[in-house]
């Protein structure tokens, strides 16, 4: 009789141990699921990001690369009328135009009245890689900036010259000349890059 009740009392339901139990396991389970949602959201923002950071590089090569490529040695005159170098480089200053040139090849999509040359700045301000483009190739305003690479946090530029020699700084007898070859390294976010240019290659 006694071992009938006992089992009569074990299929009324769980013990209260047993249900400590199935909660303790139901709450660590609820928390891997968390954390495994949470790792797989972190893991989609990180790869977003990447992906961003690589479309910024590929977009600021493309840029460089065809200005570069299109460079003349063209001097122009600033606003007082002065003739400056078709080709210059300053890394002083908070805002200095680390490059500064004037192109050929531009393309004239609305057919309006002007030069297919084109006279353009890159500058690094406040950690962000610029390209500026002006108007009018001799002097002339300067149009609002386009934001190429976000998050710098250093940056130099080595120039070479026609006789093969490097050097930081660019300097030449004469106005119009080029150099060979323009290297650029920055850092962004930890990650250092080095990337090589033609000036005057014309090959586009």
């Not at 209260?16 to 923002?45: K, W, Y």
């Not at 900036?145 to 020699?165: M, Q, Y």
């Not at 976010?189 to 090959?203: I, P, T």
């Amino acid at each position: 009789m006694d071992r009938i009740a006992a089992n009569s009392r074990d299929r009324n339901g769980f013990t209260l141990v047993e249900m400590m139990v199935a909660l303790f396991i139901f709450a660590i389970l609820s928390v891997a699921g968390v954390i495994m949602l949470r790792s797989a959201v972190n893991s989609d923002e990180i790869t977003a990001e990447n992906l961003g950071q690589m479309a910024e590089m590929q977009r600021f090569v493309s840029l460089m690369e065809a200005d570069l490529s299109q460079a003349l040695p063209r001097t122009y005159r600033d606003d007082r009328g002065d003739r400056m170098p078709a080709f210059a480089s300053e890394t002083s200053g908070a805002k200095a135009a680390f490059l500064k040139f004037t192109r050929g090849g531009q393309s004239n999509i609305n057919g309006q009245a002007r030069s297919n040359l084109e006279r353009v700045e890159y500058r690094l301000s406040n950690g962000s890689l610029e390209r500026w483009r002006y108007r009018m190739t001799d002097g002339g305003s300067i149009d609002q900036p386009a934001v190429l690479v976000s998050n710098v946090e250093t940056l130099s530029v080595r120039i070479r010259d026609k006789r093969g020699l490097w050097s930081d700084r660019w300097a030449t007898e004469r106005l119009a000349d080029l150099p060979r070859a323009i290297e650029i390294r920055f850092e962004q976010q930890g990650r250092r890059y080095r990337h090589l240019f033609l000036v005057g290659a014309g090959y586009l």
